[in-house]
Protein backbone atom coordinates (compact mmCIF):
# COMPACT_ATOMS: atom_id res chain seq x y z
CA UNK A 1 0.00 0.00 0.00
CA UNK A 2 1.55 3.45 -0.68
CA UNK A 3 2.45 5.86 1.75
CA UNK A 4 1.74 8.99 0.39
CA UNK A 5 -0.95 8.70 -2.42
CA UNK A 6 -2.08 11.34 -3.85
CA UNK A 7 -4.80 13.79 -3.02
CA UNK A 8 -8.43 12.71 -4.12
CA UNK A 9 -11.82 14.12 -3.35
CA UNK A 10 -13.33 10.42 -4.22
CA UNK A 11 -14.89 8.69 -1.51
CA UNK A 12 -15.96 4.60 -3.52
CA UNK A 13 -15.35 2.69 -6.18
CA UNK A 14 -16.09 -0.75 -7.84
CA UNK A 15 -13.02 -2.25 -9.50
CA UNK A 16 -14.08 -5.43 -11.67
CA UNK A 17 -11.86 -8.32 -11.70
CA UNK A 18 -9.91 -7.17 -8.18
CA UNK A 19 -9.69 -10.73 -7.13
CA UNK A 20 -5.98 -11.14 -8.29
CA UNK A 21 -3.33 -9.44 -10.26
CA UNK A 22 -3.99 -5.68 -11.90
CA UNK A 23 -7.78 -5.23 -10.27
CA UNK A 24 -6.26 -6.21 -6.73
CA UNK A 25 -3.51 -4.16 -7.07
CA UNK A 26 -5.99 -1.44 -8.17
CA UNK A 27 -8.62 -2.34 -5.24
CA UNK A 28 -5.20 -1.88 -2.89
CA UNK A 29 -4.25 1.17 -4.08
CA UNK A 30 -7.46 3.07 -3.97
CA UNK A 31 -8.01 1.65 -0.94
CA UNK A 32 -4.63 3.27 0.69
CA UNK A 33 -5.75 6.49 -0.84
CA UNK A 34 -9.20 6.78 1.26
CA UNK A 35 -11.60 5.05 -0.75
CA UNK A 36 -14.00 2.62 -0.07
CA UNK A 37 -13.97 -0.15 -2.51
CA UNK A 38 -15.91 -2.56 -3.93
CA UNK A 39 -14.22 -5.51 -4.47
CA UNK A 40 -15.22 -7.80 -7.60
CA UNK A 41 -14.31 -10.97 -8.82
CA UNK A 42 -16.08 -14.47 -9.89
CA UNK A 43 -14.57 -16.61 -7.31
CA UNK A 44 -16.05 -15.58 -3.75
CA UNK A 45 -13.28 -17.21 -1.91
CA UNK A 46 -10.61 -15.21 -3.36
CA UNK A 47 -12.78 -12.30 -3.78
CA UNK A 48 -13.27 -12.35 0.12
CA UNK A 49 -10.05 -12.72 1.34
CA UNK A 50 -8.55 -9.55 -1.00
CA UNK A 51 -11.37 -7.35 0.66
CA UNK A 52 -10.18 -9.04 3.86
CA UNK A 53 -7.18 -7.93 3.77
CA UNK A 54 -7.66 -4.72 2.53
CA UNK A 55 -9.80 -4.31 5.91
CA UNK A 56 -6.74 -5.64 7.72
CA UNK A 57 -4.53 -3.14 6.74
CA UNK A 58 -7.22 -0.16 7.67
CA UNK A 59 -8.82 0.71 4.36
CA UNK A 60 -12.49 0.00 3.58
CA UNK A 61 -13.62 -2.91 1.17
CA UNK A 62 -16.44 -5.27 0.62
CA UNK A 63 -16.51 -8.03 -1.74
CA UNK A 64 -19.11 -8.54 -4.33
CA UNK A 65 -19.39 -11.84 -6.50
CA UNK A 66 -20.61 -12.18 -10.47
CA UNK A 67 -19.94 -13.82 -13.32
CA UNK A 68 -19.49 -10.46 -16.58
CA UNK A 69 -19.95 -13.00 -19.10
CA UNK A 70 -23.57 -13.84 -17.89
CA UNK A 71 -26.82 -12.38 -19.60
CA UNK A 72 -27.00 -8.33 -18.77
CA UNK A 73 -29.05 -8.65 -15.78
CA UNK A 74 -26.43 -10.37 -13.55
CA UNK A 75 -23.86 -7.54 -14.54
CA UNK A 76 -26.58 -5.08 -13.57
CA UNK A 77 -27.38 -6.71 -10.11
CA UNK A 78 -23.92 -6.52 -9.74
CA UNK A 79 -24.69 -2.69 -10.61
CA UNK A 80 -26.89 -2.38 -7.64
CA UNK A 81 -25.41 -4.07 -5.18
CA UNK A 82 -22.60 -2.11 -5.46
CA UNK A 83 -24.55 1.18 -5.27
CA UNK A 84 -26.06 -0.01 -2.16
CA UNK A 85 -22.77 -1.58 -0.28
CA UNK A 86 -20.89 1.22 -0.93
CA UNK A 87 -23.44 3.61 0.97
CA UNK A 88 -26.04 5.00 -1.90
CA UNK A 89 -23.27 6.03 -4.53
CA UNK A 90 -20.37 4.56 -6.86
CA UNK A 91 -18.00 7.38 -7.52
CA UNK A 92 -15.39 5.72 -9.32
CA UNK A 93 -15.69 2.56 -12.01
CA UNK A 94 -12.91 0.40 -12.64
CA UNK A 95 -13.62 -1.99 -15.52
CA UNK A 96 -10.48 -4.01 -14.90
CA UNK A 97 -12.28 -7.89 -15.71
CA UNK A 98 -11.07 -9.49 -18.93
CA UNK A 99 -11.18 -12.41 -20.72
CA UNK A 100 -7.74 -13.37 -22.34
CA UNK A 101 -8.12 -16.32 -24.34
CA UNK A 102 -5.28 -17.20 -27.25
CA UNK A 103 -4.77 -19.48 -30.57
CA UNK A 104 -5.01 -19.10 -33.95
CA UNK A 105 -8.40 -17.41 -34.98
CA UNK A 106 -9.71 -20.58 -36.44
CA UNK A 107 -9.18 -22.86 -32.85
CA UNK A 108 -11.92 -20.33 -30.89
CA UNK A 109 -15.54 -21.70 -29.93
CA UNK A 110 -18.10 -19.66 -30.46
CA UNK A 111 -18.71 -19.82 -26.59
CA UNK A 112 -15.07 -18.69 -25.79
CA UNK A 113 -15.64 -15.78 -28.76
CA UNK A 114 -19.01 -14.79 -26.87
CA UNK A 115 -17.68 -14.85 -22.81
CA UNK A 116 -14.54 -12.75 -24.65
CA UNK A 117 -17.08 -10.41 -26.12
CA UNK A 118 -19.35 -10.40 -23.31
CA UNK A 119 -16.99 -9.65 -20.97
CA UNK A 120 -14.88 -6.94 -22.30
CA UNK A 121 -17.19 -4.95 -24.20
CA UNK A 122 -20.84 -5.82 -23.05
CA UNK A 123 -19.86 -5.52 -19.59
CA UNK A 124 -18.28 -2.41 -19.44
CA UNK A 125 -21.13 -0.86 -20.96
CA UNK A 126 -23.93 -2.27 -19.24
CA UNK A 127 -22.13 -0.89 -15.83
CA UNK A 128 -21.24 2.35 -17.35
CA UNK A 129 -25.38 2.46 -18.29
CA UNK A 130 -25.87 1.21 -14.93
CA UNK A 131 -23.50 3.63 -12.94
CA UNK A 132 -23.20 7.21 -14.86
CA UNK A 133 -27.00 8.16 -13.76
CA UNK A 134 -26.17 8.04 -10.36
CA UNK A 135 -22.58 9.55 -10.66
CA UNK A 136 -24.01 12.41 -12.52
CA UNK A 137 -26.92 12.71 -9.79
CA UNK A 138 -24.04 12.66 -7.27
CA UNK A 139 -22.65 15.87 -8.85
CA UNK A 140 -20.24 13.77 -10.50
CA UNK A 141 -17.26 10.52 -10.97
CA UNK A 142 -14.80 8.94 -12.82
CA UNK A 143 -14.34 5.79 -15.06
CA UNK A 144 -11.11 3.75 -15.95
CA UNK A 145 -11.23 1.56 -18.65
CA UNK A 146 -8.27 -1.22 -18.74
CA UNK A 147 -7.04 -1.45 -22.01
CA UNK A 148 -4.16 -3.31 -23.63
CA UNK A 149 -0.76 -2.09 -25.62
CA UNK A 150 -2.26 -5.10 -27.85
CA UNK A 151 -4.85 -2.78 -28.96
CA UNK A 152 -2.26 -0.83 -31.28
CA UNK A 153 -0.03 -3.70 -33.00
CA UNK A 154 -0.77 -6.91 -34.40
CA UNK A 155 -0.01 -9.96 -32.27
CA UNK A 156 0.12 -13.61 -34.15
CA UNK A 157 -2.54 -15.88 -32.19
CA UNK A 158 -3.84 -13.04 -30.68
CA UNK A 159 -6.32 -11.40 -32.77
CA UNK A 160 -9.94 -10.79 -31.07
CA UNK A 161 -8.12 -9.77 -27.45
CA UNK A 162 -6.82 -6.72 -29.04
CA UNK A 163 -9.94 -5.87 -31.14
CA UNK A 164 -12.03 -5.73 -27.85
CA UNK A 165 -9.54 -3.15 -25.95
CA UNK A 166 -9.25 -0.82 -28.65
CA UNK A 167 -13.64 -0.73 -28.61
CA UNK A 168 -12.76 -0.22 -25.20
CA UNK A 169 -10.64 2.84 -25.91
CA UNK A 170 -13.56 3.93 -28.23
CA UNK A 171 -15.71 3.97 -25.79
CA UNK A 172 -13.85 5.64 -23.43
CA UNK A 173 -13.20 8.53 -26.15
CA UNK A 174 -17.18 8.79 -26.80
CA UNK A 175 -18.24 8.32 -22.87
CA UNK A 176 -15.75 11.09 -22.56
CA UNK A 177 -17.74 13.10 -24.76
CA UNK A 178 -21.02 12.04 -23.91
CA UNK A 179 -20.70 12.39 -19.85
CA UNK A 180 -17.73 14.99 -19.62
CA UNK A 181 -20.16 17.81 -19.29
CA UNK A 182 -22.46 16.44 -16.39
CA UNK A 183 -19.00 15.85 -14.73
CA UNK A 184 -17.43 12.75 -15.38
CA UNK A 185 -14.03 11.66 -16.48
CA UNK A 186 -13.75 8.62 -18.85
CA UNK A 187 -9.86 7.72 -19.58
CA UNK A 188 -8.21 4.47 -20.56
CA UNK A 189 -5.19 2.93 -18.85
CA UNK A 190 -3.02 0.53 -20.98
CA UNK A 191 -0.65 -2.12 -19.54
CA UNK A 192 1.91 -3.71 -21.49
CA UNK A 193 2.85 -6.64 -20.56
CA UNK A 194 2.06 -7.43 -17.11
CA UNK A 195 3.05 -9.81 -14.58
CA UNK A 196 0.36 -11.35 -13.04
CA UNK A 197 -0.06 -14.59 -10.81
CA UNK A 198 -2.47 -15.90 -14.01
CA UNK A 199 0.47 -15.55 -15.96
CA UNK A 200 3.65 -16.87 -13.57
CA UNK A 201 4.36 -19.74 -15.20
CA UNK A 202 5.25 -16.83 -18.42
CA UNK A 203 7.73 -15.18 -16.91
CA UNK A 204 10.27 -16.18 -19.53
CA UNK A 205 8.33 -15.19 -22.33
CA UNK A 206 7.47 -11.99 -20.47
CA UNK A 207 11.30 -11.35 -20.08
CA UNK A 208 11.95 -11.94 -23.72
CA UNK A 209 8.75 -9.77 -24.49
CA UNK A 210 10.23 -6.70 -22.69
CA UNK A 211 13.94 -7.59 -22.80
CA UNK A 212 14.25 -4.73 -25.46
CA UNK A 213 11.73 -2.27 -24.06
CA UNK A 214 12.96 0.90 -22.72
CA UNK A 215 11.75 -0.36 -19.29
CA UNK A 216 13.64 -4.01 -19.75
CA UNK A 217 11.53 -5.51 -17.72
CA UNK A 218 8.01 -6.73 -17.12
CA UNK A 219 5.15 -4.04 -16.23
CA UNK A 220 3.84 -4.80 -12.86
CA UNK A 221 0.20 -4.55 -11.29
CA UNK A 222 1.16 -1.73 -8.56
CA UNK A 223 2.80 0.36 -12.00
CA UNK A 224 -0.74 0.27 -13.15
CA UNK A 225 -2.47 0.55 -9.79
CA UNK A 226 -0.15 3.95 -9.54
CA UNK A 227 -1.69 5.51 -12.49
CA UNK A 228 -5.24 4.48 -11.91
CA UNK A 229 -5.07 6.22 -8.81
CA UNK A 230 -3.48 9.24 -10.00
CA UNK A 231 -6.08 9.37 -12.60
CA UNK A 232 -8.85 9.96 -10.59
CA UNK A 233 -6.95 12.14 -8.31
CA UNK A 234 -8.14 15.95 -7.95
CA UNK A 235 -4.05 16.18 -9.92
CA UNK A 236 -5.88 14.89 -13.35
CA UNK A 237 -8.99 17.21 -12.83
CA UNK A 238 -7.96 18.28 -16.79
CA UNK A 239 -7.25 14.31 -17.87
CA UNK A 240 -10.42 12.68 -19.96
CA UNK A 241 -10.85 10.99 -23.40
CA UNK A 242 -7.54 9.64 -23.65
CA UNK A 243 -5.29 6.79 -22.80
CA UNK A 244 -2.31 6.65 -20.64
CA UNK A 245 0.01 4.21 -21.51
CA UNK A 246 1.11 1.93 -18.56
CA UNK A 247 3.36 -0.37 -20.67
CA UNK A 248 7.33 0.48 -20.32
CA UNK A 249 7.47 1.74 -24.02
CA UNK A 250 6.60 -1.65 -25.48
CA UNK A 251 3.60 -0.48 -27.54
CA UNK A 252 5.69 2.48 -28.89
CA UNK A 253 9.35 1.98 -29.16
CA UNK A 254 11.68 -0.40 -30.63
CA UNK A 255 15.12 -0.81 -29.28
CA UNK A 256 16.10 -4.25 -30.93
Known amino acids: MTDAPASTT??????TGASSGIGEAIARELAAAGVFVAVHGRNAE?????????EEQG?????????LSAGPDEVRTLATAAIEQLG????VLVNNAG??????TESLSDDTVDALLATNIRAPHVLVAALAPSMVANGGGHIVNIGSWMARVGVPFMALYPATKA???QLTRAWAAEYGHRGIRVVTVAPGATATPGNADSADVLAAMTEGTPAGRPVQPEDIARAVRWVVSDEAA??????????GGIASTRMR
Open 10 to 15: TRTALV
Open 46 to 54: RTSAVAASI
Open 59 to 67: GRAVPLVAD
Open 88 to 91: GHVD
Open 99 to 104: AYPGGP
Open 167 to 169: AVE
Open 238 to 247: FVTGGTIDVD
